[in-house]
């Protein structure tokens, strides 16, 4: 059993930053890709970005490239998501997930830290 805990989210205006973290309750995620996805109100979880088992590569989805950079730290089980330029679009609860094959979330999905951008 994988525990997935998000934190760092919060109340920030627009065009401020904020940078989310992502561990594990259990066993390490050092070994899997990571990912980060987010959901708004009254829409679907999307993808956000994605990185690979090293970090050699990154994968950022377009509504947030250029703005948003994915990074992790292995030796402390950690995955992260710098989020600059925010915009009020970008309001939604935001989660991190193991990947599998495919590229799609292994595990299920934790709390999420919500991240909330006024204007």
């Known amino acids: 059993q994988v525990q997935l805990v998000e934190s760092g989210g919060g109340l920030v205006q627009a065009g401020g930053s904020l940078r989310l973290s992502c561990t594990t309750s259990?066993?390490?995620?050092?070994?899997?890709?990571m990912g980060w996805f987010r959901q708004a109100p009254g829409k679907e979880r999307e993808f956000v970005a994605r990185?690979?088992?090293?970090?050699?590569?990154?994968d950022i989805a377009d509504p947030v490239k250029g703005r948003f950079t994915i990074s992790r730290d292995n030796a402390k089980n950690t995955v992260s998501l710098q989020m600059n330029s925010l915009k009020p679009e970008d309001t939604a609860v935001y989660y991190c997930?193991?990947?599998?094959?495919?590229?799609?979330?292994?595990?299920?999905w934790g709390q999420g830290t919500l991240v909330t951008v006024s204007s």
């Open positions: 259990g066993r390490s995620f050092s070994g899997y890709p």
């Open positions: 990185i690979s088992l090293s970090g050699g590569n990154k």
């Open positions: 997930n193991r990947l599998g094959p495919g590229l799609k979330p292994l595990d299920a």
